[in-house]
């Protein structure tokens, strides 16, 4: 959405908001800005990047360019050395270069993205004897990606668009702007990733009566390496918290926020191993039993650069002595007395992983089998997590301003004038009211359970049909946990004074835990049936039946995760991915015509194949949000929920596009609360998704009897069924709240040639 002609010039009449004047919380008459009101950065920035509409909504729609043409390589060579050993080699690279969108104006499509992946691996299999097999498998996999954002603004191009001549740059890109619920231009995410995983396993195969026995071991080493210069041109965000409406703030010159920092280097190294042992056991004729025990040796990551972080409430940190109490770092003595390491958590030694399963069959024909499962897993450890300590303090220079006094000078007035540029090197600096993030101290990997009972029976010719019961139970799982939320306060509570209502003020404003406290659920039926090759056809469709349910969608957030972030209970419900029904159905078909025939007949009539993949998906929960901060706290705020929000499914299309729901069942959280709209909402869900994807393919001979050429039409969404995107659901972007504004991609036809 982008403003229209009338909110140019600074009339919201049409906005369905009423617009606050910030410097006496009065409405402004007839909900019109004042022309001398108008900020002249905000006017000049409008007019140069973002768009003109004719809708009177504001919303602008546009084809973002796209690249799907990478160059791949693949290699793979295979040698016997003698009867017993076998020896294989292969190798994947892809390179792609292209566009890549950097916000959602036009003008920020054109940054360029360069992306790289290298896969290399081997197998030597070694047949001891003839009841014995020895695999050892190694591979490298490499991942390069970097982006190049674009346009550029030079130092003259800023000061004519209004920005300050103290605007403190470390490079040409233009500075982000997210305005809620309307537009974004480019982004604060700029990094060169450089990822490398070392892998290698060793599995030893002996079978000795009615028992196969299986042990074996596997390592892999990973080393994430990063250059960032993100969020060094700087990023504001208009949320509407000054006027009540995001772009009203925006024309007013008032952002909620800025951050700016100065480029990170990270350089994360992992070792995860692990050794097991498995028993296949053939008990009776009938029944077989599956035993085993897996050992996960994960060894926490460490960060090789001395970039981690611990809070350990009441302690000074010695190697930062200027550090704000309660954060210590590698070299600094923790609780116990022990020296912390570059690893921002201790390893803990009870990772035993067992395993059982059970299949039997259940009639003498031995065509019905039951077949049951249990088993426990650990997940890596998490990297990524460790890897986003280098963005914070001193590490880099990352400060967040709330209300910063100009849009076209935001350090104004700041406290020893413009931090930036800073160089850690030439002494740490801690500034006030800085976001903070450090791995709490019981952290742990993620642990998940699986189980399952199912029956399977093949009847008539070639048929197999399944039904399951699948369930998962996950524990363990990550959280970055605000342990420093503002305090309500009534009648004292405003936006500007949030950070200094927070328990640890003036050092912090937010700071975000890693914790492992995370839970979550998935039972399903699960129905399948497959029809095995025979006559040139061969089909497989499968039903899930399902319920995923967690208590946090996003892991991975440092915007505090749920609203309350002291009370993660009333956040159970469904997960963001969770989809009742879903449908698949994929099918193989050799025509037979003209196989005995000879001449032209045959290579026109003969070597037809057909596939298709047919899907179905019920659609999502929807989660509703507001951009303003009604609740004063410094964390997520939902809208109240006031009725049920679901209209009759069976209008119009038209009216299903324009209303999804009931808008009116959702009005503004009151001040000082957070709202009472679930995080999910399990009744109301997005649109469905059906999909068809067919293929066509024709042999010809080729110039001799072993080659052939391949001719293949591919049609995604052979159709043209338009499949919805999930209506706007942010209370305060009123012309897009309930409203569908985008659909997934058309009827798309692909050709090719392979000899």
């Given at each position: 959405?982008?403003?229209?002609?009338?909110?140019?010039?600074?009339?919201?009449?049409?906005?369905?908001?009423?617009?606050?004047?910030?410097?006496?919380?009065?409405?402004?008459?007839?909900?019109?800005?004042?022309?001398?009101?108008?900020?002249?950065?905000?006017?000049?920035?409008?007019?140069?990047?973002?768009?003109?509409?004719?809708?009177?909504?504001?919303?602008?729609?546009?084809?973002?360019?796209?690249?799907?043409?990478?160059?791949?390589?693949?290699?793979?060579?295979?040698?016997?050395?003698?009867?017993?050993?076998?020896?294989?080699?292969?190798?994947?690279?892809?390179?792609?270069?292209?566009?890549?969108?950097?916000?959602?104006?036009?003008?920020?499509?054109?940054?360029?993205?360069?992306?790289?992946?290298?896969?290399?691996?081997?197998?030597?299999?070694?047949?001891?004897?003839?009841?014995?097999?020895?695999?050892?498998?190694?591979?490298?996999?490499?991942?390069?990606?970097?982006?190049?954002?674009?346009?550029?603004?030079?130092?003259?191009?800023?000061?004519?668009?209004?920005?300050?001549?103290?605007?403190?740059?470390?490079?040409?890109?233009?500075?982000?702007?997210?305005?809620?619920?309307?537009?974004?231009?480019?982004?604060?995410?700029?990094?060169?990733?450089?990822?490398?995983?070392?892998?290698?396993?060793?599995?030893?195969?002996?079978?000795?009566?009615?028992?196969?026995?299986?042990?074996?071991?596997?390592?892999?080493?990973?080393?994430?390496?990063?250059?960032?210069?993100?969020?060094?041109?700087?990023?504001?965000?208009?949320?509407?918290?000054?006027?009540?409406?995001?772009?009203?703030?925006?024309?007013?010159?008032?952002?909620?926020?800025?951050?700016?920092?100065?480029?990170?280097?990270?350089?994360?190294?992992?070792?995860?191993?692990?050794?097991?042992?498995?028993?296949?056991?053939?008990?009776?004729?009938?029944?077989?039993?599956?035993?085993?025990?897996?050992?996960?040796?994960?060894?926490?990551?460490?960060?090789?650069?001395?970039?981690?972080?611990?809070?350990?409430?009441?302690?000074?940190?010695?190697?930062?002595?200027?550090?704000?109490?309660?954060?210590?770092?590698?070299?600094?003595?923790?609780?116990?007395?022990?020296?912390?390491?570059?690893?921002?958590?201790?390893?803990?030694?009870?990772?035993?992983?067992?395993?059982?399963?059970?299949?039997?069959?259940?009639?003498?024909?031995?065509?019905?089998?039951?077949?049951?499962?249990?088993?426990?897993?650990?997940?890596?450890?998490?990297?990524?997590?460790?890897?986003?300590?280098?963005?914070?303090?001193?590490?880099?220079?990352?400060?967040?301003?709330?209300?910063?006094?100009?849009?076209?000078?935001?350090?104004?007035?700041?406290?020893?004038?413009?931090?930036?540029?800073?160089?850690?090197?030439?002494?740490?600096?801690?500034?006030?009211?800085?976001?903070?993030?450090?791995?709490?101290?019981?952290?742990?990997?993620?642990?998940?359970?699986?189980?399952?009972?199912?029956?399977?029976?093949?009847?008539?010719?070639?048929?197999?049909?399944?039904?399951?019961?699948?369930?998962?139970?996950?524990?363990?799982?990550?959280?970055?946990?605000?342990?420093?939320?503002?305090?309500?306060?009534?009648?004292?509570?405003?936006?500007?004074?949030?950070?200094?209502?927070?328990?640890?003020?003036p050092d912090f404003s937010r700071f975000s835990l890693a914790e492992s406290v995370?839970?979550?659920?998935?039972?399903?039926?699960?129905?399948?049936?497959?029809?095995?090759?025979?006559?040139?056809?061969?089909?497989?469709?499968?039903?899930?039946?399902?319920?995923?349910?967690?208590?946090?969608?996003?892991?991975?957030?440092?915007?505090?995760?749920?609203?309350?972030?002291?009370?993660?209970?009333?956040?159970?419900?469904?997960?963001?991915?969770?989809?009742?029904?879903?449908?698949?159905?994929?099918?193989?078909?050799?025509?037979?015509?003209?196989?005995?025939?000879?001449?032209?007949?045959?290579?026109?009539?003969?070597?037809?194949?057909?596939?298709?993949?047919?899907s179905m998906y019920t659609g999502t929960p929807l989660a509703f949000v507001t951009?303003?901060?009604?609740?004063?706290?410094?964390?997520?705020?939902?809208?109240?929920?006031?009725?049920?929000?679901?209209?009759?499914?069976?209008?119009?299309?038209?009216?299903?596009?324009?209303?999804?729901?009931?808008?009116?069942?959702?009005?503004?959280?009151?001040?000082?609360?957070?709202?009472?709209?679930?995080?999910?909402?399990?009744?109301?869900?997005?649109?469905?998704?059906?999909?068809?994807?067919?293929?066509?393919?024709?042999?010809?001979?080729?110039?001799?009897?072993?080659?052939?050429?391949?001719?293949?039409?591919?049609?995604?969404?052979?159709?043209?069924?338009?499949?919805?995107?999930?209506?706007?659901?942010?209370?305060?972007?009123?012309?897009?709240?309930?409203?569908?504004?985008?659909?997934?991609?058309?009827?798309?036809?692909?050709?090719?040639?392979?000899?």
């Open positions: 959405f982008v403003p229209t002609d009338q909110q140019l010039r600074g009339d919201f009449s049409q906005a369905g908001r009423v617009i606050r004047d910030p410097l006496t919380n009065q409405p402004f008459a007839n909900n019109q800005i004042p022309a001398n009101r108008l900020n002249p950065l905000a006017v000049n920035y409008a007019r140069k990047f973002v768009p003109a509409t004719t809708d009177p909504s504001g919303l602008y729609q546009f084809q973002r360019p796209a690249d799907n043409n990478p160059t791949s390589f693949l290699i793979r060579v295979d040698q016997a050395a003698g009867s017993h050993n076998q020896l294989s080699v292969r190798s994947f690279l892809t390179r792609r270069q292209g566009p890549s969108a950097a916000g959602n104006l036009p003008a920020f499509q054109e940054s360029l993205g360069v992306n790289e992946t290298d896969f290399v691996g081997g197998t030597w299999t070694w047949t001891v004897s003839p009841n014995k097999i020895n695999t050892a498998r190694f591979g490298f996999n490499g991942s390069y990606s970097n982006a190049e954002l674009n346009p550029k603004l030079t130092d003259a191009e800023m000061r004519e668009l209004g920005w300050s001549a103290n605007y403190p740059r470390y490079n040409t890109n233009a500075p982000a702007i997210a305005v809620s619920g309307f537009f974004s231009g480019s982004t604060e995410l700029s990094t060169l990733r450089d990822y490398s995983t070392y892998s290698w396993s060793d599995d030893f195969t002996w079978i000795i009566g009615r028992h196969t026995l299986m042990m074996g071991v596997d390592t892999f080493h990973t080393r994430q390496e990063g250059f960032s210069v993100s969020r060094t041109h700087g990023l504001y965000s208009f949320t509407g918290n000054f006027s009540g409406l995001g772009l009203s703030d925006y024309f007013l010159g008032q952002p909620t926020t800025f951050r700016q920092g100065n480029p990170a280097i990270d350089r994360t190294l992992g070792l995860h191993s692990a050794v097991y042992f498995q028993d296949d056991f053939k008990a009776s004729r009938r029944l077989t039993v599956n035993v085993g025990l897996r050992y996960e040796i994960p060894l926490p990551p460490k960060s090789d650069l001395d970039q981690t972080s611990f809070y350990r409430p009441g302690q000074r940190s010695t190697v930062y002595p200027n550090a704000p109490m309660g954060v210590l770092y590698p070299g600094d003595k923790d609780t116990g007395g022990e020296t912390l390491g570059q690893a921002g958590y201790k390893w803990n030694k009870n990772y035993w992983a067992p395993r059982i399963g059970l299949a039997y069959l259940l009639t003498s024909d031995q065509k019905t089998v039951l077949r049951s499962g249990y088993g426990i897993y650990y997940a890596p450890a998490w990297a990524n997590v460790l890897g986003q300590l280098q963005i914070y303090q001193p590490f880099i220079r990352i400060i967040d301003l709330q209300n910063p006094p100009s849009f076209s000078d935001p350090w104004a007035g700041y406290p020893g004038g413009t931090p930036h540029p800073y160089n850690r090197e030439q002494g740490a600096v801690f500034d006030k009211e800085i976001a903070g993030f450090a791995m709490g101290p019981n952290y742990r990997e993620p642990m998940m359970q699986q189980w399952n009972l199912g029956i399977q029976r093949e009847f008539a010719s070639n048929f197999l049909t399944t039904v399951s019961y699948v369930g998962t139970r996950g524990t363990r799982l990550q959280y970055l946990r605000d342990i420093n939320p503002a305090r309500y306060i009534p009648g004292q509570s405003t936006v500007a004074n949030i950070n200094s209502r927070r328990p640890l003020h995370v839970n979550s659920g998935y039972h399903s039926l699960q129905a399948t049936l497959d029809r095995r090759f025979a006559s040139g056809l061969t089909i497989l469709a499968s039903y899930t039946f399902s319920k995923t349910l967690t208590d946090l969608n996003s892991v991975l957030t440092n915007n505090g995760g749920v609203p309350d972030a002291d009370n993660r209970r009333p956040e159970w419900g469904p997960a963001d991915h969770d989809r009742t029904h879903a449908l698949g159905t994929s099918w193989i078909f050799q025509i037979p015509f003209a196989s005995s025939r000879r001449g032209v007949s045959r290579a026109l009539l003969h070597g037809w194949d057909l596939n298709g993949i047919w951009s303003q901060d009604r609740a004063l706290r410094g964390q997520p705020n939902r809208p109240d929920r006031l009725r049920d929000p679901r209209l009759d499914s069976g209008r119009a299309r038209a009216e299903f596009i324009r209303r999804y729901f009931d808008t009116t069942a959702y009005a503004a959280n009151r001040i000082g609360e957070f709202g009472n709209a679930p995080r999910a909402e399990s009744q109301l869900r997005a649109p469905g998704s059906i999909d068809v994807t067919l293929g066509i393919f024709k042999r010809f001979r080729g110039f001799s009897d072993s080659h052939y050429v391949q001719f293949r039409t591919e049609m995604f969404n052979a159709f043209n069924r338009p499949n919805f995107a999930a209506p706007g659901t942010n209370l305060d972007t009123p012309a897009a709240f309930g409203r569908i504004v985008s659909a997934g991609d058309g009827r798309i036809i692909q050709f090719g040639l392979k000899y």
